[in-house]
C-alpha cells in the first residue's frame, strides 16, 4: 500500500469548502473535524494566486495540527506551495503523472471523470505511475547518494517478460519498467553500480488476502526463499554480476 493510500484507507467523511465559507474558513474546518470530518479540500475557483495560497497554507497548518488530510483543487503549484497532502485534479487541469512528478510519491492525487473512457484512462494511469513513473522518480533520488560498489534490485514481477491476459496495462508498465533497468544498468556500468532486475512469480504475501483470498499459497514462493537469492546475488565479487534473476514457483503459474 503505498503512502497516499495508507492515508486515505481510514477516511469516512470528506468536506469540500471554498475559502470564504459564513463565520470563517479556519472555524468551520475546525468545526467540521470535530464533527468528524477527516478529510478536507480547498476549492476555490475566484481567488487571486496569492490570496488562494495565503487560505491553502492556512488550510494546510491546521489540517496538521488536527491530524487530517488536506488537498487544494485543481492547482499542483498552490498544493506545493502550501505544502499540503495532494491535489484533486479536473480532465482540464495537469496531468497525473505531472502532478506526481511535482508533489512527489507520497502525494494524494484525485482526479474528477466523467464517463467510463475516463475512468479506464485514469486506471491506466494510475498503474503506469506507479509501476513505472514512481521507480524512475525513486531510482532519480537514490543515484545522488549511491556511490562506486553499490547495487541496485528493481522488483518487478515475472509480468516484466510474460503477459497475462486482461492485464494489459500492469504488463506494460512492468515491461517499461525492466527496459528501464536494462538502460539503467548499462548506463551505470562505467560507475560500478551494478543492477539487478528481479523477476518473480507468485509469492507467498499478505498481498493475496486482498487480490485472491482463496489463493492455493502452499504453492507459491516464499519470501525468504526470494531474499536468499538476493543475498547471493549482491554477495558476488566486484567483478561478477547477475543481471536478472527469474523466480518461478515449481508448479509455474498459477
Same mark, same amino acid.
Given at each position: 500500500?503505498?503512502?497516499?493510500?495508507?492515508?486515505?484507507? $481510514?477516511?469516512?467523511?470528506?468536506?469540500?469548502?471554498?475559502?470564504?465559507?459564513?463565520?470563517?474558513?479556519?472555524?468551520?474546518?475546525?468545526?467540521?473535524?470535530?464533527?468528524?470530518?477527516?478529510?478536507?479540500?480547498?476549492?476555490?475557483?475566484?481567488?487571486?494566486?496569492?490570496?488562494?495560497?495565503?487560505?491553502?497554507?492556512?488550510?494546510?497548518?491546521?489540517?496538521?495540527?488536527?491530524?487530517?488530510?488536506?488537498?487544494?483543487?485543481?492547482?499542483?503549484?498552490?498544493?506545493?506551495?502550501? /505544502?499540503?497532502?495532494?491535489? /484533486?485534479?479536473?480532465?482540464?487541469?495537469?496531468?497525473?503523472?505531472?502532478?506526481?512528478?511535482?508533489?512527489?510519491?507520497?502525494?494524494?492525487?484525485?482526479?474528477?471523470? /466523467?464517463?467510463?473512457?475516463?475512468?479506464?484512462?485514469?486506471?491506466?494511469?494510475?498503474?503506469?505511475?506507479?509501476?513505472?513513473?514512481?521507480?524512475?522518480?525513486?531510482?532519480?533520488?537514490?543515484?545522488?547518494?549511491?556511490?562506486?560498489?553499490?547495487?541496485?534490485?528493481?522488483?518487478?514481477?515475472?509480468?516484466?517478460?510474460?503477459?497475462?491476459? #486482461?492485464?494489459?496495462?500492469?504488463?506494460?508498465?512492468?515491461?517499461?519498467?525492466?527496459?528501464?533497468?536494462?538502460?539503467?544498468?548499462?548506463?551505470?556500468?562505467?560507475? $560500478?553500480?551494478?543492477?539487478?532486475?528481479?523477476?518473480? #512469480?507468485?509469492?507467498?504475501?499478505?498481498?493475496?488476502?486482498?487480490?485472491?483470498?482463496?489463493?492455493?499459497?502452499?504453492?507459491?514462493?516464499?519470501?525468504?526463499?526470494?531474499? #536468499?537469492?538476493?543475498?547471493?546475488?549482491?554477495?558476488?565479487?566486484?567483478?561478477?554480476?547477475?543481471?536478472?534473476?527469474?523466480?518461478?514457483?515449481?508448479? $509455474?503459474?498459477?
Amino acid at each position: 500500500m503505498s503512502a497516499a493510500s495508507a492515508r486515505l484507507s $481510514g477516511v469516512r467523511l470528506y468536506l469540500i469548502s471554498d475559502a470564504s465559507p459564513p463565520g470563517g474558513l479556519i472555524r468551520l474546518l475546525e468545526a467540521a473535524v470535530r464533527g468528524g470530518v477527516d478529510m478536507f479540500q480547498l476549492r476555490e475557483k475566484n481567488f487571486a494566486d496569492s490570496a488562494l495560497l495565503e487560505a491553502a497554507a492556512s488550510c494546510a497548518r491546521t489540517c496538521s495540527r488536527l491530524g487530517v488530510p488536506f488537498i487544494v483543487n485543481d492547482r499542483a503549484d498552490i498544493a506545493l506551495a502550501a /505544502h499540503a497532502d495532494g491535489v /484533486h485534479l479536473g480532465q482540464d487541469d495537469l496531468p497525473v503523472g505531472a502532478a506526481r512528478a511535482l508533489l512527489g510519491p507520497a502525494a494524494i492525487i484525485g482526479l474528477s471523470t /466523467h464517463s467510463r473512457e475516463q475512468i479506464d484512462a485514469a486506471g491506466i494511469s494510475t498503474v503506469i505511475d506507479t509501476n513505472l513513473n514512481g521507480l524512475f522518480l525513486m531510482t532519480q533520488a537514490a543515484l545522488a547518494v549511491m556511490k562506486r560498489g553499490s547495487t541496485i534490485v528493481n522488483n518487478l514481477s515475472i509480468a516484466a517478460e510474460r503477459v497475462f491476459p #486482461g492485464l494489459a496495462a500492469y504488463n506494460a508498465s512492468k515491461h517499461g519498467a525492466l527496459g528501464f533497468t536494462n538502460t539503467l544498468r548499462e548506463e551505470l556500468r562505467p560507475k $560500478g553500480i551494478r543492477v539487478i532486475a528481479l523477476m518473480t #512469480g507468485a509469492t507467498d504475501t499478505a498481498i493475496w488476502n486482498t487480490l485472491w483470498p482463496n489463493a492455493p499459497r502452499r504453492k507459491m514462493m516464499s519470501p525468504e526463499t526470494i531474499a #536468499g537469492t538476493v543475498v547471493h546475488a549482491l554477495l558476488l565479487p566486484d567483478n561478477a554480476t547477475v543481471e536478472k534473476i527469474v523466480m518461478m514457483p515449481t508448479v $509455474g503459474t498459477l
